[in-house]
């Protein structure tokens, strides 16, 4: 039989041990053969030091020489704080697989996560593979709303006639030739849009984006009113920074979406049957109106 594929996932983090942590734990339990994947967490600058963390998923068996049965092979690498494209370029730098997986510190890949993308690489050995990212925290409105941006922009570029334009980059996987033939995440989008950038150069050159639902992870990303705030005002800056570079490159004035997407932004929840995007809106207004 023709051995599996080898996978270097790559997982950025900075500052959530404990999220990592269950990331860690639901990599254990895939179903891949264990002999067929290492993983590679780069530490993007993070307060607390993650050795213990790492170690406790990357040690022997105490009793006898055996390996553990859910035991990982994890490089952990330290950077400076350079965000999180930066963090997946120097984390692809010390992978030895020819195949790159990316998730999130934040993220728990599903059981047969890595065997659903390794399916569509050996069918699809040119393409960028793009998975689908569930909602962890459905009782948090504030993750919710999220997840449903999210779904919203999925559902608006790839419903147009160009095809599939982006995926997220904490779900995503691809041969390590043709990322390093592109040159990478472009690491000057510290905030956000990094994955869009890739994914916009990606097609500029003639490769190929499948998206493939089967191909799954959980988003635990716990958020606040205000967290939530802040994470949608970085995502804005950084498309804007996307567009500018888009534009740059074609040498072409900036476009961005028209009006009616933005509409449509706002209507899309209650389209959907769901109110927690517009419950989040409703909590951010009467909180303006707080003393």
Request: hydrophobic share 40%; net charge negative; glycine share 8%.
């Given at each position: 039989?023709?051995?599996?594929?080898?996978?270097?996932?790559?997982?950025?983090?900075?500052?959530?041990?404990?999220?990592?942590?269950?990331?860690?734990?639901?990599?254990?339990?895939?179903?891949?053969?264990?002999?067929?994947?290492?993983?590679?967490?780069?530490?993007?600058?993070?307060?607390?030091?993650?050795?213990?963390?790492?170690?406790?998923?990357?040690?022997?068996?105490?009793?006898?020489?055996?390996?553990?049965?859910?035991?990982?092979?994890?490089?952990?690498?330290?950077?400076?704080?350079?965000?999180?494209?930066?963090?997946?370029n120097r984390g692809v730098e010390?992978?030895?697989?020819?195949?790159?997986?990316?998730?999130?510190?934040?993220?728990?890949?599903?059981?047969?996560?890595?065997?659903?993308?390794?399916?569509?690489?050996?069918?699809?050995?040119?393409?960028?593979?793009?998975?689908?990212?569930?909602?962890?925290?459905?009782?948090?409105?504030?993750?919710?709303?999220?997840?449903?941006?999210?779904?919203?922009?999925?559902?608006?570029?790839?419903?147009?006639?160009?095809?599939?334009?982006?995926?997220?980059?904490?779900?995503?996987?691809?041969?390590?030739?043709?990322?390093?033939?592109?040159?990478?995440?472009?690491?000057k989008l510290r905030i956000a849009?990094?994955?869009?950038?890739?994914?916009?150069?990606?097609?500029?050159?003639?490769?190929?984006?499948?998206?493939?639902?089967?191909?799954?992870?959980?988003?635990?990303?716990?958020?606040?009113?205000?967290?939530?705030?802040?994470?949608?005002?970085?995502?804005?800056?950084?498309?804007?920074?996307?567009?500018?570079?888009?534009?740059?490159?074609?040498?072409?004035?900036?476009?961005?979406?028209?009006?009616?997407?933005?509409?449509?932004?706002?209507?899309?929840?209650?389209?959907?049957?769901?109110?927690?995007?517009?419950?989040?809106?409703?909590?951010?207004?009467?909180?303006?109106?707080?003393?």
């Amino acid at each position: 039989m023709t051995p599996a594929p080898f996978f270097s996932i790559i997982i950025p983090t900075y500052n959530r041990p404990q999220q990592l942590a269950n990331c860690l734990q639901s990599l254990a339990a895939l179903d891949y053969p264990r002999d067929r994947f290492e993983v590679i967490v780069v530490d993007d600058g993070g307060a607390q030091a993650l050795d213990d963390i790492v170690s406790a998923h990357n040690s022997p068996a105490h009793d006898g020489d055996s390996p553990q049965t859910d035991a990982l092979a994890i490089q952990l690498i330290r950077q400076e704080n350079g965000g999180p494209g930066s963090a997946r370029n120097r984390g692809v730098e010390a992978a030895q697989g020819p195949y790159l997986a990316f998730t999130d510190d934040d993220c728990m890949p599903h059981l047969d996560w890595l065997s659903q993308a390794a399916a569509r690489l050996q069918a699809n050995p040119e393409a960028l593979i793009g998975g689908h990212v569930l909602n962890a925290l459905t009782d948090n409105l504030y993750s919710s709303a999220s997840q449903q941006l999210i779904d919203y922009l999925y559902s608006y570029y790839h419903g147009q006639d160009r095809g599939i334009s982006f995926f997220t980059s904490n779900n995503m996987a691809l041969s390590k030739q043709n990322y390093l033939q592109i040159g990478g995440f472009d690491a000057k989008l510290r905030i956000a849009s990094e994955d869009r950038e890739l994914c916009d150069r990606w097609l500029q050159q003639g490769n190929p984006l499948i998206y493939a639902p089967e191909m799954q992870i959980s988003h635990a990303h716990d958020l606040t009113l205000r967290s939530f705030w802040k994470q949608h005002f970085s995502y804005g800056r950084g498309a804007y920074h996307f567009h500018g570079i888009r534009a740059q490159r074609a040498a072409q004035a900036i476009k961005v979406e028209p009006l009616a997407f933005y509409i449509n932004l706002l209507l899309y929840p209650l389209r959907q049957g769901k109110r927690p995007f517009n419950g989040a809106f409703r909590g951010y207004f009467f909180s303006r109106n707080l003393p």
